[in-house]
């Protein structure tokens, strides 16, 4: 066995307006992105219809891959976790010690993969299959029931539980394996190191890299798309203006154009700004005020919500939940001709394929902040920290706030106060019904504020990890155009594809481009399983396995 390959000599140029980026990946991944923009502005209708044809193409022929995909992330990670062989490699040197507490390792996990979708589904998930579900499709229970809510939360934690942090920790694993274990550049092809070798300094590391940056961008514009929906509806309930909401063709309410643009104006302007500071003062002051809020609004429904019922759906949830993950990961309904057999598909293709492949599509992003902070960690210990406790945070967060507004929904006292409005606009309502005027506008303006640091923090996040895979794995360029040519580009995103179709566009253009980097994940979990069997073959025979500055660099 020869030692690992420790060196990945990608090509940055020296000096310049892209001085120390790699310019094949950054020009082809702005100019992609900007094609994006400028089809979907100037053809609003062509790029409607030729997103939703692709769409469709994607839900009914990869509706498989994106199932399996995923059920393969899952169980690849219980395996090297809970394998001795795999389970006790550090990532970093032999003997190197974790860099962060495993206090302040769990709270940045946690604010990592949570935030806006905590806010936004928190309560719309678990309300949404109160109403509908596969169990209510196939006629098991009755939608709105009482014996809806128990296969209503095996849903919400599916999406949300170990499927989806098992494909966050795949990414993140791979990244920080061969980066701190090979002193290779902590960036995307890093990953796949083991299968194609050096050839990744070339056209193939560039193409791995530049469908990295495009999902991170359509990932993010995902979460930024909700919570600009939620920031609106949030405005207006705190009386901000009748002229952030529209009437739609089916004659719900909308956030109107003006309304969208001051959104990403105000949201995209601060993460510009907290971007261009790098990681000091204003992304740390934004981070522990939204740490600070998101615990003070779980206190309050904690203690003044539906605590009872709320500790009953979270157990019971937890054991219905696993006991049905074995089955629940590898189902996939097709659209078989038959009624039920189309719903099937339509809900899976509208829930689970959706959320796997937004997952999938940010796991750039959180993959490489969680491979950053876990340096020095077993594979067993970062597995498992990065699966369970982020799992838990949001199951308690489901239990509370969704099952305070099932409660009084179930109880009658809501009066479909919660279920008639939209899903960017029912945790208001959950808090209208909870409280009086005044309070609810206090807790109101708390979610706004709440909603908007998290905002300006995925967004600015998102921007210098895109500069960071741009540069070949290195944080230290700053380049101040790039970052606002990013950040410009983030609220052009969210905003062209928010008129052109709503959220539904922005849905339909990140499940898109999402799958060609699912493939390259799948690659990541085979290039680790080769990684750790020859890592094991090298420590047997007594020959080197991690790669530091003072090593000589051979060929694997």
């Known amino acids: 066995m020869k030692p690992p390959l420790g060196e990945l000599d990608i090509p940055v140029s020296e000096s310049g307006f892209y001085a120390g980026f790699s310019k094949n990946v950054a020009v082809s991944a702005k100019l992609l992105v900007t094609a994006l923009i400028v089809w979907a502005v100037a053809?609003?209708?062509?790029?409607?219809?030729?997103?939703?044809?692709?769409?469709?193409?994607?839900?009914?022929?990869?509706?498989?891959?994106?199932?399996?995909?995923?059920?393969?992330?899952?169980?690849?990670?219980?395996?090297?976790?809970?394998?001795?062989?795999?389970g006790r490699l550090r990532l970093g040197l032999d003997g190197e010690k974790p860099e962060f507490s495993n206090f302040s390792w769990f709270s940045m996990m946690f604010s990592a993969g949570i935030g806006i979708g905590m806010l936004t589904f928190a309560t719309a998930e678990p309300i949404y299959h109160f109403q509908n579900n596969p169990n209510v499709i196939m006629g098991e229970v009755v939608g709105t029931s009482a014996e809806a809510v128990r296969s209503a939360y095996i849903w919400s934690f599916a999406h949300w539980g170990?499927?989806?942090?098992?494909?966050?920790?795949?990414?993140?694993?791979?990244?920080?394996?061969?980066?701190?274990?090979?002193?290779?550049?902590?960036?995307?092809?890093?990953?796949?190191?083991?299968?194609f070798g050096k050839s990744l300094s070339g056209p193939l590391g560039?193409?791995?890299?530049?469908?990295?940056?495009?999902?991170?961008?359509?990932?993010?514009?995902?979460?930024?798309?909700?919570?600009?929906?939620?920031?609106v509806a949030g405005l207006a309930r705190i009386g901000v203006g009748d002229w952030l909401l529209v009437t739609d063709g089916n004659g719900g309410q909308k956030a109107s154009f003006a309304a969208i643009l001051f959104a990403l104006l105000v949201i995209v302007g601060a993460s510009t700004l907290s971007a261009l500071s790098g990681v000091g003062r204003?992304?740390?002051?934004?981070?522990?005020?939204?740490?600070?809020?998101?615990?003070?609004?779980?206190?309050?429904?904690?203690?003044?919500?539906?605590?009872?019922?709320?500790?009953?759906?979270?157990?019971?949830?937890?054991?219905?939940?696993?006991?049905?993950?074995?089955?629940?990961?590898?189902?996939?309904?097709?659209?078989?001709?038959?009624?039920?057999?189309?719903?099937?598909?339509g809900w899976q293709g509208g829930w689970t394929v959706f959320y796997w492949a937004w997952w999938i599509a940010v796991t750039p992003?959180?993959?490489?902040?969680?491979?950053?902070?876990?340096?020095?960690?077993?594979?067993?210990?970062?597995?498992?920290?990065?699966?369970?406790?982020?799992?838990?945070?949001?199951?308690?967060?489901?239990?509370?706030?969704?099952?305070?507004?099932?409660?009084?929904?179930?109880?009658?006292?809501?009066?479909?106060?919660?279920?008639?409005?939209?899903?960017?606009?029912?945790?208001?309502?959950?808090?209208?019904?909870?409280?009086?005027?005044?309070?609810?506008?206090?807790?109101?303006?708390?979610?706004?504020?709440?909603?908007?640091?998290?905002?300006v923090t995925s967004a600015d996040s998102a921007v210098l990890i895109i500069n960071t895979i741009n540069a070949a794995g290195d944080d230290g360029p700053k380049a101040r155009?790039?970052?606002?040519?990013w950040g410009i580009v983030l609220a052009l995103v969210v905003g062209a594809l928010l008129v052109v179709g709503g959220l539904k566009a922005i849905q339909t253009a990140m499940v898109i481009a999402a799958l060609p980097f699912s493939f390259a994940m799948v690659l990541m979990g085979f290039a680790l399983i080769k990684a750790i069997i020859n890592d094991s073959r090298r420590n047997a025979a007594g020959v080197a396995s991690t790669v530091d500055d003072e090593d000589p660099l051979p060929a694997e």
């Not at 966050?168 to 299968?195: D, E, H, W």
């Not at 759906?313 to 629940?328: H, K, N, Q, R, S």
Request: charged share 10%.
């Open 481 to 485: 155009p790039h970052i606002i040519f």
């Open 282 to 345: 204003g992304i740390k002051w934004l981070s522990n005020l939204n740490m600070g809020l998101s615990f003070f609004l779980l206190a309050f429904f904690l203690i003044f919500g539906s605590t009872m019922f709320a500790l009953e759906v979270f157990f019971v949830g937890i054991w219905d939940y696993l006991l049905a993950l074995p089955e629940i990961s590898f189902t996939v309904w097709s659209d078989d001709g038959t009624e039920k057999g189309a719903a099937l598909a």
């Open 162 to 195: 170990l499927s989806a942090w098992g494909a966050y920790a795949i990414a993140g694993l791979a990244f920080a394996y061969f980066s701190y274990r090979r002193n290779l550049p902590l960036t995307v092809r890093t990953a796949l190191i083991p299968l």
């Open 206 to 231: 560039h193409l791995v890299d530049i469908v990295s940056v495009v999902a991170i961008v359509l990932g993010i514009a995902q979460t930024l798309g909700f919570g600009v929906e939620q920031f």
């Open 365 to 455: 992003f959180v993959g490489l902040f969680l491979a950053r902070i876990s340096r020095g960690r077993t594979v067993r210990e970062f597995i498992l920290g990065a699966m369970i406790i982020p799992s838990i945070m949001c199951f308690i967060w489901f239990a509370f706030i969704g099952g305070t507004a099932i409660d009084l929904e179930l109880s009658g006292t809501a009066e479909n106060a919660i279920l008639g409005v939209g899903i960017s606009d029912q945790l208001y309502a959950t808090l209208a019904v909870l409280l009086s005027d005044g309070l609810t506008w206090v807790f109101s303006v708390i979610v706004v504020v709440l909603l908007l640091t998290y905002l």
């Open 43 to 86: 053809f609003p209708e062509s790029a409607s219809s030729a997103l939703g044809s692709l769409n469709t193409l994607i839900l009914g022929v990869f509706n498989y891959w994106y199932i399996y995909a995923v059920a393969f992330f899952l169980i690849l990670c219980l395996v090297m976790a809970l394998l001795p062989v795999s």
